[in-house]
């Protein structure tokens, strides 16, 4: 019989000592350097000290490429931890293809794989911890379209091929867009911001020239986009003139929802994300039955709720309580 996850969990705690085991495992994400990540970490982190508390020796091993568009040096990650035997990966794959080989030739060496963040075109995984995404994208779209009453002409500046999270935001923008706003015209939504602040930035510099002075509204997918798209929003003059709404939050982000330069960002929990990850991990290791797709939820955060304790938690995480 399958258990619910909370149970399933619950059971770790509980479990006795005769149980106990050392377990060693890898959570690689797709990137080392946006604060996302760092979140995603230090959740990993608490849940490590959890279940060592309740007498089971886990040791996670954080380790993932340094750009979020390195595909080969993530499959290298993933191999170099077979190779050492871990007891599981907890991996966010940079590509939902590229990573298929790599996780099933782990698989089948009896390594256990749970998918965090960004879905994963395989059977053969144990469990995918994640937000929904398509409903992240349309939340985003509903907060765009409203504050443009419906009317307007709107960018999307997409993430990076290839990455199912971020392809599931853009889809779900679209399908609202479309559906709900047809009086929006959306007049460029096919131009990539790639993996970093700084490529997103020359990305949105180039869709700011080419239709700024036509441009009411644009919406960016992830953290490294909506960073860059911040920054280039100001040096032409149109921050909180162009109605902005993001994903992902990072100090830069909040700091400019609260002055009035972002109306509106779509929020995961990656904390969450990384906690559950590593406890579902275990409780596969463990021979409990987990849930095949956990959904960490997904918000908005606008300028009149970002002060609410439970929103403030989600854009402020603890990372200095469990990173050091």
């Keep these: ?34 604060e996302y990540w760092k979140s995603i970490n230090a959740g990993a982190v608490k849940a490590e000290r959890e279940l060592r508390a309740a007498g089971t020796n886990v040791t996670i ?8 568009d390195d595909r080969e040096q993530q499959i290298q990650v993933v191999e ?62 509903r907060r765009l379209g409203t504050l443009l009453g419906g009317k307007g002409r709107v960018v999307m500046l997409r993430y990076e091929v290839g990455s199912a999270s971020t392809e599931e935001r853009e ?28 490529t997103a930035y020359k990305a949105a510099q180039n869709l700011l020239n080419r239709f700024g002075a036509r441009m009411d509204g644009i919406f960016a997918p992830n953290e490294s986009t909506a960073s860059g798209t911040l920054l280039a929003l100001r040096e032409q003059g149109l921050a909180g ?24 960002l779509v929020v995961q929990d990656p904390f969450k994300m990384g906690y559950l990850g ?23 955060v606008t300028i009149e709720n970002m002060d609410d304790p439970a929103v ?4 402020h995480p603890p990372l200095s309580e469990y990173l050091r």
């Design 241 to 264: 003139k162009v109605k902005f709404v993001g994903f992902d939050a990072n100090d830069q982000l909040v700091k400019a929802l609260r002055q009035g330069d972002v109306q509106g």
């Design 312 to 315: 403030s938690a989600l854009i």
């Design 80 to 141: 170099n931890f077979m190779g050492r035997g871990v007891s599981a990966i907890v991996l966010a794959p940079l590509d939902n293809r590229a990573l298929v080989a790599p996780v099933e030739e782990a698989v089948r060496a009896g390594i256990p794989v749970v998918i965090i963040d960004s879905a994963l075109n395989s059977g053969m995984t144990s469990s995918t911890v994640a937000t929904d995404n398509r409903k992240g994208g349309q939340i985003g779209a």
């Design 1 to 34: 019989m399958r258990l619910p996850l909370a149970l399933a969990l619950a059971a770790l705690s509980l479990a006795p000592a005769a149980r106990s085991a050392d377990y060693q495992i890898a959570v690689i994400p797709k990137g080392t350097t946006h």
């Design 61 to 68: 091993i954080w380790k993932g490429p340094l750009l979020e």
């Design 278 to 300: 590593v406890m579902t991990a275990v409780a596969v290791l463990r021979h409990e039955k987990v849930e095949r797709s956990i959904d960490t939820g997904v918000g908005l």
């Design 171 to 198: 889809a779900g923008f679209m399908e609202v867009m479309k559906g709900e706003f047809p009086a929006i015209e959306l007049i460029s939504t096919d131009q990539y911001g790639g993996a970093t602040r700084e």
